[in-house]
């Protein structure tokens, strides 16, 4: 009977759900028996390159121990997974730890931040694994509270060493990460020391976990200029005038420290450690658990109701198009083989109109749905997802038509139902891509899936939900 339930496996473990979706990979729950691990599966794309990444972070992984690092179980270049018809193929996967209690990123976005104490564990536990890490002449690269999980008992686990690597001395050679925690010489594109833009990412993350705000968007704008040129003062009094209160002054000298401009100058692991923000009250896991597990339950509430709100949409749409299918056809009935009829014209027209809008949009980003195949998913539930059972080429010319403003569509992609679009951050003036996929989750359903390259996560939290509610207002 248990057997009549299909699932996907992979190597022994049974496929339950999507954790994430990141740049280069796809994320899923695995269950074996009564335990669970997450399934890192890196995306097709250019095979030489996969194949550095895969080794690298597997390496990297196997050579951190220290608790609050994301464990690697098993790696494999070609990890075998059967799917749900039966078919048998090969991925190239990480099987890690799970980190079931989420990320950081989420818990901020509903409790915008963290008391003190509170802040200041979480501030310990990552310093102490990651002078465990610089002792091993790694660093990370990219960290951001999207890739920092806590496991059952809400310990931190730094995970996604996507961008990690082993170093010697200094580095010139990458330049890469999630701008608003790039220190300037990864901007400005110098060499580097590992260990330094560690401390800076760091500095921001402990700034928002304070604030639930960034200290700046990136580090050559204005308010960071404050800091390279050591008005400090002003910085925290433009701060402060913004978040309307005061922050503790040892908790601002770290940051200035943290933020110091010449990484030569730049303050420790080591040296944070010893300094007096963290010496303050410091929560314990006793009590994080106690106010973190209301939480989750209000982010799983939240997550239920959009399911909910997702389900009742769907199911008012279905209604919809059957009452239309059903006036038109006792229209037919009662007009019979009258071709003169033209119940409607209206509607005739309308299409009319929208097959010319398709028609110019096809020419001028040169495709051609006939040549477009539609990527198939299974339904994930995440909290942020847009699921509708409109029609995948008038969603698609509709998605077109949103980006279209300002040529922000960079490329529509061979083949398929996706596209890159650059968004214009008028403040900072800067652009960030984001890229945009319909996938066909099954039961006539489609789902939008909106990737992230840099954009500030709150801001592309905004560019969802905007499009989450264009999208439902074209929606019958
Ligand atoms: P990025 O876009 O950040 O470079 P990536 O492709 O390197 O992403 P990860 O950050 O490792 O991938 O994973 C993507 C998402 O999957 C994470 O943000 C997280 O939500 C989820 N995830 C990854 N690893 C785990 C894990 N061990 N346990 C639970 N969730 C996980
Ligand atoms: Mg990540």
Redo the contacts with the bound molecule.
């Keep these: 009977m248990e057997n009549e339930k299909q699932q996907s496996i992979c190597e022994g473990y049974y496929i339950i759900k999507t954790?994430?979706?990141?740049?280069?990979?796809q994320?899923k729950?695995g269950q074996k028996g009564q335990n669970y691990a997450?399934l890192?599966f890196f995306?097709q794309g250019n095979e030489e390159m996969q194949l550095e990444q895969f080794n690298r972070e597997a390496r990297i992984l196997s050579n951190l121990k220290h608790q609050n690092f994301?464990k690697l179980i098993d790696c494999n270049e070609q990890l075998k997974y059967t799917k749900k018809n039966g078919t048998t193929t090969y991925k190239m996967g990480l099987i890690?730890?799970?980190?079931?209690n989420?990320?950081i990123f989420s818990y901020l976005k509903y409790l915008k931040k963290f008391d003190e104490p509170i802040a200041r564990f979480y501030l310990c536990q990552m310093i102490k694994a990651l002078i465990d890490m610089k002792n091993l002449n790694i660093c990370h690269r990219?960290l951001?509270p999207?890739?920092i999980?806590f496991d059952d008992e809400y310990n931190l686990?730094i995970?996604?060493f996507?961008?990690a690597t082993e170093y010697q001395g200094l580095i010139n050679d990458f330049h890469g990460g999630?701008i608003p925690y790039m220190a300037p010489e990864l901007l400005e594109k110098r060499e580097y020391d590992g260990s330094k833009v560690d401390v800076f990412a760091l500095g921001q993350i402990l700034f928002i976990m304070m604030t639930g705000c960034f200290a700046f968007q990136k580090s050559n704008h204005s308010s960071y200029k404050l800091i390279k040129e050591k008005n400090h003062q002003q910085f925290w009094q433009k701060m402060q005038n913004q978040l309307k209160r005061e922050l503790p002054d040892n908790f601002k000298d770290l940051i200035n420290k943290m933020f110091e401009y010449d990484y030569n100058q730049r303050i420790s692991f080591e040296e944070c450690l010893q300094h007096p923000f963290l010496q303050g009250p410091i929560a314990n896991l006793h009590e994080i658990k106690q106010q973190f597990r209301d939480q989750k339950l209000i982010i799983d509430k939240k997550r239920d109701q959009q399911i909910y709100r997702q389900r009742e949409e769907i199911k008012r749409q279905r209604e919809e198009i059957q009452r239309r299918q059903q006036i038109e056809r006792e229209m037919q009935e009662q007009m019979g083989n009258d071709s003169t009829f033209k119940s409607s014209g209206q509607d005739n027209s309308n299409q009319e109109k929208l097959k010319k809008q398709k028609n110019k949009l096809m020419e001028k980003y040169k495709f051609n749905f006939k040549d477009q195949i539609l990527k198939k998913s299974s339904p994930t539930q995440m909290i942020n997802e847009i699921v509708t059972c409109q029609e995948r080429e008038s969603l698609f010319i509709q998605i077109i038509q949103i980006f279209e403003e300002n040529d922000r569509i960079t490329k529509i992609h061979k083949n398929k139902y996706k596209l890159d679009v650059d968004i214009l951050d008028e403040e900072s003036d800067v652009k960030y891509k984001i890229q945009i996929e319909l996938c066909d989750i099954g039961d006539e359903m489609l789902r939008v899936d909106v990737?992230?390259f840099g954009y500030d996560p709150i801001d592309f939290n905004q560019t969802l939900d905007l499009l989450r509610q264009k999208i439902q207002e074209q929606q019958i």
């Design positions: 954790l994430g979706t990141g740049t280069f990979s994320v729950l997450a890192k995306k994301i890690l730890e799970y980190g079931n989420g990320d990219d951001k999207e890739n999980l686990k995970a996604d996507g961008f999630t990737l992230n």
